[in-house]
């Protein structure tokens, strides 16, 4: 069993940064996808930001493009959201998820939330403006 752990959430004025973490203790896979999502109060969790153990393949929801990058250090067990230019429509609780797929086999599954089987329990990211 694999346990999620995000840090980094917090308060920021529009046009600001954060850097969020997300840290797998316990079992650890040798290929997977992590993958970044975002739930705001009254809406859907939907799809921020995925990475492929595959040749380090990443993907972007259109609205983080540019904005967004997603890293990882394989040392530390840990993925990053680095969030530059954010936007107050940013604001919401921050989830990573993890699933043993390493490759988009198959179709662009990693941008389905139920495409992964284990959660951290989210980091709260509020933009003001």
């Known amino acids: 069993q694999v346990q999620l752990v995000e840090s980094g959430g917090g308060l920021v004025q529009a046009g600001g940064s954060l850097r969020l973490s997300c840290t797998a203790f316990?079992?650890?896979?040798?290929?997977?996808?992590l993958g970044w999502f975002r739930q705001a109060p009254g809406k859907e969790r939907e799809f921020v930001a995925a990475?492929?153990?595959?040749?380090?393949?990443?993907y972007y929801a259109d609205s983080v493009k540019g904005r967004f990058t997603i890293s990882r250090d394989t040392a530390k067990n840990t993925d990053y959201l680095q969030m530059n230019s954010l936007k107050p429509e940013d604001t919401g609780v921050y989830y990573c998820?993890?699933?043993?797929?390493?490759?988009?086999?198959?179709?662009?599954?990693?941008?389905?939330?139920?495409?992964?089987?284990?959660w951290g329990q989210g980091t709260q990211v509020t933009v003001s403006s």
């Open positions: 316990g079992r650890t896979f040798t290929t997977y996808t």
């Open positions: 998820g993890v699933d043993q797929r390493g490759d988009s086999y198959g179709g662009p599954w990693y941008r389905r939330s139920n495409g992964y089987n284990s």
């Open positions: 990475i492929m153990s595959r040749f380090g393949y990443t």
